[in-house]
Nanobody
Framework: QVQLVESGGGSVQAGGSLRLSCAAS????????MGWFRQAPGKEREGVAV???????NYAESVKGRFTISQDNAKTTLYLQMTSLEPEDTAMFYC???????????????????WGQGTQVTVSS
């Protein structure tokens, strides 16, 4: 059974940094896409950053240059380094993984079928 467990969320002031982690178990991460998504109150879940097992990445325009997605060598832990955080980044952040092979990792929610429980990120001005 696939389990994704996020950690690292918290409250920071604007301009601050956080690093999110996602521990994956029961998942064959060597061939598929993983990513980070977020959902703010009253808004739809949106893709933030995704990474392919070969290392290619894809970012939402709103976080380019501020967020960096990465994996450990064993591909069992996914990270999201967030810098220059803005109040607009406040949301529940979710780790996600896809159960089928994709040659290109998109930011579409529907391309991922395993989800963690989420970790809250709150950025104050």
């Amino acid at each position: 059974q696939v389990q994704l467990v996020e950690s690292g969320g918290g409250s920071v002031q604007a301009g601050g940094s956080l690093r999110l982690s996602c521990a994956a178990s029961g998942y064959r991460a060597g061939r598929y896409c993983m990513g980070w998504f977020r959902q703010a109150p009253g808004k739809e879940r949106e893709g933030v950053a995704v990474i392919h097992s070969v290392g290619s990445t894809n970012y939402a325009e709103s976080v380019k240059g501020r967020f960096t997605i990465s994996q450990d060598n064993a591909k069992t832990t996914l990270y999201l380094q967030m810098t220059s955080l803005e109040p607009e980044d406040t949301a529940m952040f979710y780790c996600a993984a896809a159960s089928w092979y994709q040659s290109f990792c998109s930011l579409r929610v529907t391309d991922f079928d395993y989800w963690g429980q989420g970790t809250q990120v709150t950025v104050s001005s």
